[in-house]
Nanobody, 126 residues
Framework: QAQLVESGGGLVQPGGSLRLSCVASGATLDYYHIGWFRQAPGKEREGVSCISLSDGSTYYTDSVKGRFSISRDNAKNTVYLQMNSLKAEDSGTYFC???????????????????WGNGTLVTVSS
């Protein structure tokens, strides 16, 4: 299993930007996917974006397409989530996860996930 540590959350005004980072360690990551999930109070967790560490293929949920961008730096075992044009409804705790899966399956049905980080809080508010 991989160990995952998130960072980069905080308070930002609507329309602002944040970049989240997820550092992975402790496992052979070549065939893994890393994904970002979020959960707001009283709501179910949802997959935001997922990426393959091997070929860079990605998945985005519809509500973030065109605003969020996921990327990887394999040399640093780090996955980033660049979040632009943030909205109040983007607020929540963001978790990264690792899976041997596909990007869509991991994000949509959480297929193959075997590791979770502890989360980082994002608050979008004026």
């Amino acid at each position: 299993q991989a160990q995952l540590v998130e960072s980069g959350g905080g308070l930002v005004q609507p329309g602002g930007s944040l970049r989240l980072s997820c550092v992975a360690s402790g496992a052979t990551l070549d065939y893994y996917h890393i994904g970002w999930f979020r959960q707001a109070p009283g709501k179910e967790r949802e997959g935001v974006s997922c990426i393959s560490l091997s070929d860079g293929s990605t998945y985005y949920t519809d509500s973030v397409k065109g605003r969020f961008s996921i990327s990887r730096d394999n040399a640093k075992n780090t996955v980033y989530l660049q979040m632009n044009s943030l909205k109040a409804e983007d607020s929540g705790t963001y978790f990264c996860a690792a899976a041997v899966s596909t990007a869509p399956a991991m994000c949509i049905i959480e297929y193959g996930i075997d590791s979770w980080g502890n989360g980082t809080l994002v608050t979008v508010s004026s």
